[in-house]
């Protein structure tokens, strides 16, 4: 089949199903959230609430589209197109099942824009395009909030973005390439011991809180802080513009899901049920929904630490980015340097990643200390007996 | 120089339009005595494709032809609408237009990492960074120092002279510039060619052609593992060839940083 065709209905089967899988994960986030607040959650449309979805983008479909007088047209209008345009296009190199595997039906080819050399360098510069459709409709919403909320975005994507990029420099240097196709590969090759998470699980854990942040997703979504800034960047926004900076969101969730488990969980390879070797009836489906399984995981964690966790204080956000991200993902390079000059086996990683966590968490804690020393009015606690040091220094650090 | 200048009337002329169209359309920064765009604008325009026509260049397929075209004029109109919008957001938003356009050229020229790294650093980070800036710092509409352009005659006129400069030394005398995969497969072809019908002997009488400059060989070689565009290729003349001023640079850069957080104020001293 000619290649044409072959990226056409790549195209049509990804930007159809996205928006429609972006409705459901909305009704689940419902559920979720309903579930851990011991709720119920949608259920009157449909069984179970499962024609929710479509209720609601009937209703964002129809509602009336508000365009304020004094807000600065051309911006305010394609704000939400670049929202969405960049999320759909970062989703072009992120392979989506099992690329070049036999048995797969000739159409499907599970990535839009294969043998992509810079894959993850692409993904990471039409992602740090994504802040714009925030800036522009904050900035164009011509209110207070809004502005202030676009100001935040914009400083936080700033700052996360080097963290993002150099947690996974790690994996590029390990594997030699920036290839989403290739890393998967060599992963898959190697077998389960091959995965990256077990060399580089702290730069997964940087990774995921990093692309947290750059899609905006709570505790890290300053930029909407409802009791603050009413809505935030979308304050002005109403009907299917508003939905389409969330369209945005949702599909940049799925491919920081996806990306998480392509880059350290070994993509499509499941000891015992998907390997490279499996060779029953239609086993690309069952390394498809393997690999939509881990992203489906990703994407419940992200859901369930949005009603966990509450929002960050500016500047603990920035904190956060600055003081422990930047470090500990230069330091966490730094090790794979080392390992890679010195020619020592992968698993020292794990142990290494373990001792910077453990010695970061030490220094952090040291130097809170320090600070709240050189406060004015510090008052040195009280030195407490020797049989109840444990417990009352417990007690102390929750107050 | 005066030679090429007679050969080339039309990229002259072209540059001179183009130069004061853009002069007039500078923003003056009066409210009210705002020139009219539409001479400006036509003058711009005919001397861009005055220029263009003038200092055209061959490509071999249409398919390249017309991104070549598309990328350049959208670069080149960005960066005109840049530093003529009254407005200084649309300005930095015309900038992340304009360095688009630029990264589409340089993955024409089968630089991905470059085009993808510009993208990165000045979409991505420098004009966020100014749109926060402009943001953070005017509220209540744009400074009347940003309404108006600073210097204009002179940068208008420095930057022309540099372009027409640029443009009659590379068509007076074209630099080789090995690309080293593209000239392997080259190389493969002409000597394949070559085997067929070799190159006819110079006769005595002819005078003996100049040989091209060629830059010294001294850039490592591709290899059919690490062609030309590739991130490996790139590294390996990075950190090779390139390694004294890739030092360098970094070294500057952190200077500046640390200068930058020296005469930042202090906390103490009524910053943010």
Redo the contacts between chains.
């Keep these: 089949m000619p290649e044409l065709l072959i990226t056409i209905i790549t195209i049509a089967i990804v930007v159809g199903a996205i928006p429609g899988v972006c409705n459901y994960l909305i009704l689940l986030e419902r559920k979720l959230s309903a579930w851990m607040q011991d709720r119920v959650g949608p259920n009157r449309v449909g069984p179970l609430g499962l024609l929710q979805p479509l209720a609601d983008g009937v209703k964002l479909l129809l509602k009336e589209e508000v365009i304020p007088p004094h807000v600065d047209r051309v911006?305010f209008l394609i704000a939400p197109g670049i929202s969405v345009f960049t999320a759909l296009l970062a989703f072009a190199v992120v392979p989506f099942g099992p690329v070049g595997v036999d048995g797969a039906p000739g159409f499907l080819r599970f990535i839009i824009a294969p043998g992509?050399?810079?894959g993850l360098?692409?993904i990471?510069?039409?992602g740090?395009?994504a802040?714009?459709g925030i800036?522009?409709g904050g900035?164009a919403s011509n209110n207070?909030y809004s502005?202030l909320g676009?100001?935040r975005a914009?400083?936080q994507?700033?700052s996360y973005?080097i963290p993002l990029?150099m947690s996974v420099l790690g994996i590029a240097l390990m594997s030699?390439?920036?290839n989403l196709e290739e890393i998967m590969q060599q992963q898959i090759a190697g077998g389960f011991a091959a995965w990256n998470i077990w060399f580089q699980p702290l730069a997964a854990l940087l990774f995921f809180t990093a692309s947290l942040a750059e899609a905006n997703r709570l505790p890290f979504d300053l930029a909407e802080c409802e009791q603050e800034l009413v809505g935030g960047w979308h304050t002005e926004y109403s009907a299917l513009k508003w939905a389409l900076f969330f369209l945005g969101e949702y599909t940049h969730m799925i491919t920081i899901s996806f990306l998480t488990s392509i880059l350290f969980l070994g993509g499509w390879h499941l000891p015992g049920i998907a390997e490279p070797d499996s060779a029953y009836p239609l086993a690309w489906l069952v390394k498809m929904l393997v690999l939509m399984g881990k992203a489906f995981f990703f994407i419940c964690m992200m859901i369930m630490l949005r009603w966990t966790i509450p929002r960050f204080r500016f500047d603990q956000l920035m904190e956060l980015a600055w003081r422990v991200m930047i470090p500990l993902s230069l330091a966490n390079l730094l090790m794979v340097m080392f390992v890679r000059h010195f020619e020592l086996s992968n698993w020292w990683m794990l142990p290494g990643s373990a001792a910077l966590f453990a010695a970061w968490g030490m220094i952090s804690a040291s130097l809170r200390e320090a600070e709240r020393r050189a406060r004015p009015g510090y008052v040195r606690r009280k030195k407490v007996e020797a049989h109840h040091d444990g417990h009352a220094a417990g007690h102390a650090a929750a107050h | 120089m005066n030679e090429w200048m007679q050969q080339h009337p039309a990229s002259i002329g072209g540059l001179v339009l183009w130069a004061i169209g853009l002069l007039w359309l500078m923003p003056s920064g009066k409210p009210g005595k705002s020139r009219p765009g539409l001479p400006g604008i036509i003058l711009a325009a005919a001397g861009v494709l005055a220029f263009c026509l003038g200092a055209g260049r061959g490509i071999d397929t249409l398919q390249s032809e017309v991104m070549f075209w598309t990328f350049a004029l959208t670069a080149l109109l960005c960066a005109a609408l840049m530093i003529t919008s009254k407005n200084p957001v649309y300005g930095a938003l015309w900038f992340a237009l304009a360095t688009l356009g630029t990264c589409g050229l340089f993955m024409l020229q089968s630089a991905p990492f470059l085009a993808a790294a510009t993208i990165i650093v000045y979409a991505g980070a420098v004009i966020v960074t100014f749109l926060f800036v402009i943001m953070l710092a005017q509220q209540s509409g744009a400074a009347g120092y940003d309404r108006r352009a600073q210097l204009v005659v002179p940068a208008v006129l420095s930057s022309f002279v540099l372009l027409g400069v640029v443009v009659q030394q590379l068509q007076t005398n074209p630099l080789k510039v090995e690309r080293p995969g593209i000239v392997a497969a080259e190389k493969q072809s002409t000597t394949k060619g070559s085997a067929t019908s070799p190159p006819p002997l110079p006769s005595p009488d002819a005078p003996i052609p100049p040989p091209p400059p060629v830059i010294p060989a001294m850039l490592s070689k591709a290899t059919p593992e690490t062609p030309v565009g590739s991130m490996k290729g790139l590294g390996r003349s990075l950190f090779g060839d390139y390694l004294f001023a890739v030092e360098l640079a970094g070294t500057i850069l952190l200077v500046a940083s640390i200068g930058a957080i020296a005469i930042a104020p202090r906390r103490e001293e009524g910053a943010l």
Excluded: M, N, R
Aim: hydrophobic share 70%; no cysteine; glycine share 6%.
């Design positions: 911006l992509i050399d810079i360098v692409f990471f510069a039409v740090s395009l802040v714009y800036v522009l900035w207070k502005a676009a100001l914009s400083a994507v700033v973005e990029g030699g390439t920036v």
